[in-house]
């Protein structure tokens, strides 16, 4: 609770309409103990006072009765009306979307028929039909305003619903004996319960205007009782010579409806798990950059490298906090050359590779320190367009997930011609055949036949080769791979492995792997970088890193590996969590997990030391050890 209203309160337009609201509905709540005039005495002989006239603060109507008394009685009666209709409404149709989306079958066929036909009139007319059809009143209006909101809430629960009803949780509560009352209580309602709070705090504005406009039109509340539409559709006749009687109302009208619409945005945004800062932002086109360092010098970066990581740092601030999850990374890979990157989950693989092309999401990601040079071009705040140029075309991604980054509507051969045409001018024939020769590239069985098939259709060592494909779309310099053999079974990851090697050797590709798996990494890779807490803490040569570690991180790492026919022995672990990054500690990351740390270790930064290729952040090596 205190997080969403945290998250609320960050929300400015919607803290304005929390405030605005919360002080109209104590007004109205208060109204019975202010010392008002009598909402409906008539005095003609006192009509259409001005504002701030002896004994009417807002004036008085064509009857003579005081505006502030009306004015306040009637904003009690319309919140009053609103928040029951959107109650009304939100029960009644959550109820028919959930039993609808849990039941199925002929029940959802009948519900949903009803609900379409319900939608099928404008509602409006729908709410004056239901109106003639019961007569004048305001209990009468609330129904109608109930009623045409219905299928709003009906079909947005429904949907929801259905993605629930075949869940494993569902099928488990079925199978403990639950029956069906009690599962879309127990089960179905505390996960739609949000959406329908949601629903009710965006629509209850709405609603009040729905019955004050009813009211305007004579068929809500009937004189001399006070809304808010009622008093609107009374004064106009007098709009011209006394504006005060409609400029009252209508004000009041304009303060609820806009509040509560901020403020049922701002709690639709505290409580989406996709949008916690609270307030409606689209993510940027490219990382933002708020370098707070000088930017290293291109001398400092290896004269050979195709692509030079320097000092790079990057953030996420989410709700005052600062998560610091690259904290300073050289990395360099050269032509033809195979780096490594591996460590623990949550070191900063993933967001260090991201960072090379502004990828990372902003908000909250920042890219706080550092240069990333590709062929001595900075590519850090570089202009949208010009990162756009290089994606895909000098620089290349193989996502971890490719059913989450191929689009599920398009077929795999278009999705492939659009990244080729995105880059180079050529006609659909042209992509097509080039597409059609990728998937040959990566060994895809039947070319021809898949090139029309969707992702859903294909396996996940399919769909990672056609990520494999997109990505040697355009003849790119570099790949970065971001583990994509996690999911797959080990033959599939040996056939992946195995073709991506075969494609650095004939084409000359650089490739960054990022991997959790020692096995892959001596498989594939000449070089290797161990991550840890957003830092490099060794590098070198795969065979020498794999023979002699030098960090113990690196070590213990490499001990967490299972060997085949080796002989018994015990299964290393690494004692302890990976410091949070957004309290990393002083000195050596790895200092709380390590069983030679010492004072030192944790005292200052440390900072890389080592000679030729090799390279360790450590006071004590495992040299030292030996």
């Given at each position: 609770?205190?997080?969403?209203?945290?998250?609320?309160?960050?929300?400015?337009?919607?803290?304005?309409?929390?405030?605005?609201?919360?002080?109209?509905?104590?007004?109205?709540?208060?109204?019975?103990?202010?010392?008002?005039?009598?909402?409906?005495?008539?005095?003609?002989?006192?009509?259409?006072?001005?504002?701030?006239?002896?004994?009417?603060?807002?004036?008085?109507?064509?009857?003579?009765?005081?505006?502030?008394?009306?004015l306040?009685?009637g904003?009690?009666?319309?919140?009053?009306?609103?928040?029951?209709?959107?109650?009304?409404?939100?029960?009644?149709?959550?109820?028919?979307?959930?039993?609808?989306?849990?039941?199925?079958?002929?029940?959802?066929?009948i519900?949903?028929?009803?609900?379409?036909?319900?939608?099928?009139?404008?509602?409006?007319?729908?709410a004056?039909?239901?109106?003639?059809?019961?007569?004048?009143?305001?209990?009468?209006?609330?129904?109608?305003v109930?009623?045409?909101?219905?299928?709003?809430?009906?079909?947005?629960?429904?949907?929801?619903?259905l993605?629930?009803?075949r869940?494993?949780?569902?099928?488990?509560?079925?199978?403990?004996?639950?029956?069906?009352?009690?599962?879309?209580?127990t089960?179905l309602?505390?996960?739609?319960l949000?959406?329908?709070?949601?629903?009710?705090?965006?629509?209850?504005?709405?609603?009040?205007?729905?019955?004050?406009?009813?009211?305007?039109?004579?068929?809500?509340?009937?004189?001399?009782?006070?809304?808010?539409?009622?008093?609107?559709?009374?004064?106009?006749?007098?709009?011209?010579?006394?504006?005060?009687?409609?400029?009252?109302?209508?004000?009041?009208?304009?303060l609820?409806?806009?509040?509560?619409?901020?403020?049922?945005?701002?709690?639709r945004?505290?409580?989406?798990?996709?949008?916690?800062?609270?307030?409606?932002?689209?993510?940027?086109?490219?990382?933002?950059?708020?370098?707070?360092?000088?930017?290293?010098?291109?001398?400092?970066?290896?004269a050979?490298?195709?692509l030079?990581?320097?000092?790079?740092?990057?953030?996420?601030?989410?709700t005052?906090?600062v998560?610091?999850?690259?904290?300073?990374?050289?990395?360099?890979?050269?032509?033809?050359?195979?780096l490594?990157?591996?460590?623990?989950?949550?070191?900063?693989?993933?967001?260090?590779?991201?960072?090379?092309?502004?990828?990372?999401?902003?908000?909250?990601?920042?890219?706080?320190?550092?240069?990333?040079?590709?062929?001595?071009?900075?590519?850090?705040?570089?202009?949208y367009?010009?990162?756009?140029?290089?994606?895909?075309?000098?620089?290349?991604?193989?996502?971890?997930?490719?059913?989450?980054?191929?689009?599920?509507?398009?077929?795999?051969g278009?999705?492939?011609?659009?990244?080729?045409?995105?880059?180079?001018?050529?006609?659909?024939?042209?992509?097509?055949?080039?597409?059609?020769?990728?998937?040959?590239?990566?060994?895809?069985?039947?070319?021809?036949?898949?090139?029309?098939?969707?992702?859903?259709?294909?396996?996940?060592?399919?769909?990672?080769?056609?990520?494999?494909?997109?990505?040697?779309?355009?003849?790119?310099?570099?790949?970065?791979?971001?583990?994509?053999?996690?999911?797959?079974?080990?033959?599939?990851?040996a056939?992946?492995?195995g073709?991506?090697?075969?494609?650095?050797?004939?084409?000359?590709?650089?490739?960054?792997?990022?991997?959790h798996?020692?096995?892959?990494?001596?498989?594939?890779?000449?070089?290797?970088?161990?991550?840890y807490?957003?830092?490099?803490?060794?590098?070198?040569?795969?065979?020498?890193?794999?023979?002699?570690?030098?960090?113990?991180?690196?070590?213990?790492?490499?001990?967490?590996?299972?060997?085949?026919?080796?002989?018994?022995?015990?299964?290393?672990?690494?004692?302890?969590?990976?410091?949070?990054?957004?309290?990393?500690?002083?000195?050596?990351?790895?200092?709380?997990?390590?069983?030679?740390?010492?004072?030192?270790?944790?005292?200052?930064?440390?900072?890389?030391?080592?000679?030729?290729?090799?390279?360790?952040?450590?006071?004590?090596?495992e040299?030292?050890?030996?």
């Open positions: 609770m205190r997080q969403f209203l945290r998250l609320l309160a960050r929300n400015r337009l919607a803290s304005l309409g929390g405030v605005v609201i919360t002080g109209i509905a104590m007004l109205a709540l208060i109204t019975p103990l202010l010392p008002l005039q009598h909402p409906d005495v008539i005095d003609t002989a006192h009509r259409f006072l001005f504002p701030f006239s002896e004994g009417h603060l807002l004036g008085t109507d064509q009857l003579g009765r005081d505006l502030l008394s009306r306040l009685w904003t009690r009666l319309s919140l009053a009306v609103g928040v029951a209709a959107a109650l009304a409404a939100g029960i009644v149709g959550s109820g028919m979307g959930m039993v609808a989306g849990y039941v199925g079958g002929r029940t959802d066929n519900i949903m028929r009803a609900v379409d036909m319900l939608m099928a009139f404008p509602y409006i007319l729908l004056l039909a239901i109106v003639a059809a019961l007569g004048p009143g305001l209990m009468n209006a609330l129904i109608a109930a009623a045409v909101n219905v299928p709003f809430f009906a079909r947005n629960i429904r949907g929801i619903t993605g629930l009803a869940r494993e949780f569902v099928d488990a509560a079925r199978l403990s004996g639950k029956g069906h009352l009690r599962i879309i209580l089960e309602l505390p996960n739609v949000p959406v329908i709070v949601v629903a009710m705090s965006t629509t209850v504005g709405w609603m009040i205007l729905e019955t004050a406009g009813l009211s305007f039109l004579g068929l809500g509340a009937q004189p001399p009782q006070a809304d808010l539409g009622g008093m609107l559709g009374q004064a106009r006749s007098a709009m011209i010579t006394s504006p005060h009687t409609s400029v009252v109302p209508g004000v009041m009208i304009f609820i409806v806009m509040s509560v619409n901020l403020l049922g945005d701002g709690v945004d505290a409580l989406d798990p996709r949008l916690r800062s609270g307030a409606l932002s689209r993510p940027r086109a490219s990382t933002r950059v708020a370098r707070q360092h000088a930017v290293p010098a291109p001398e400092a970066a290896p050979d490298a195709l030079a990581v320097q000092a790079l740092e990057t953030q996420f601030h989410v005052g906090r998560y610091r999850a690259v904290n300073g990374v050289d990395l360099a890979v050269k032509p033809g050359e195979c490594g990157v591996i460590g623990e989950s949550g070191s900063g693989k993933s967001v260090t590779a991201l960072s090379v092309m502004g990828l990372v999401a902003s908000p909250p990601g920042v890219i706080t320190g550092g240069a990333v040079r590709y062929r001595g071009e900075d590519l850090i705040g570089a202009p367009a010009r990162l756009r140029d290089l994606r895909g075309e000098s620089i290349s991604y193989i996502f971890q997930d490719p059913l989450s980054t191929l689009h599920p509507l398009y077929r795999v278009d999705q492939l011609a659009e990244a080729i045409r995105v880059h180079h001018p050529v006609s659909r024939a042209e992509a097509r055949a080039r597409a059609l020769q990728l998937l040959h590239d990566v060994r895809i069985p039947n070319p021809e036949g898949r090139i029309d098939d969707y992702p859903h259709e294909m396996s996940g060592g399919m769909r990672q080769r056609v990520g494999i494909a997109m990505a040697l779309a355009n003849d790119p310099d570099i790949i970065i791979a971001d583990e994509p053999t996690t999911a797959l079974d080990v033959t599939v990851q056939q992946i492995l073709l991506l090697d075969d494609l650095r050797r004939d084409r000359g590709l650089a490739i960054v792997f990022i991997t798996d020692f096995g892959v990494v001596a498989q594939l890779c000449d070089r290797v970088a161990v991550m807490a957003g830092q490099i803490v060794e590098t070198g040569p795969t065979a020498e890193v794999l023979a002699a570690p030098a960090h113990p991180y690196t070590r213990r790492l490499i001990a967490c590996v299972p060997e085949l026919g080796g002989g018994r022995r015990e299964l290393a672990a690494i004692p302890g969590l990976p410091p949070s990054v957004d309290a990393l500690p002083d000195g050596c990351a790895f200092a709380a997990r390590c069983d030679r740390a010492v004072a030192d270790c944790r005292a200052g930064r440390i900072d890389m030391t080592g000679t030729g290729a090799r390279s360790v952040r450590c006071l004590f090596p040299e030292a050890f030996a």
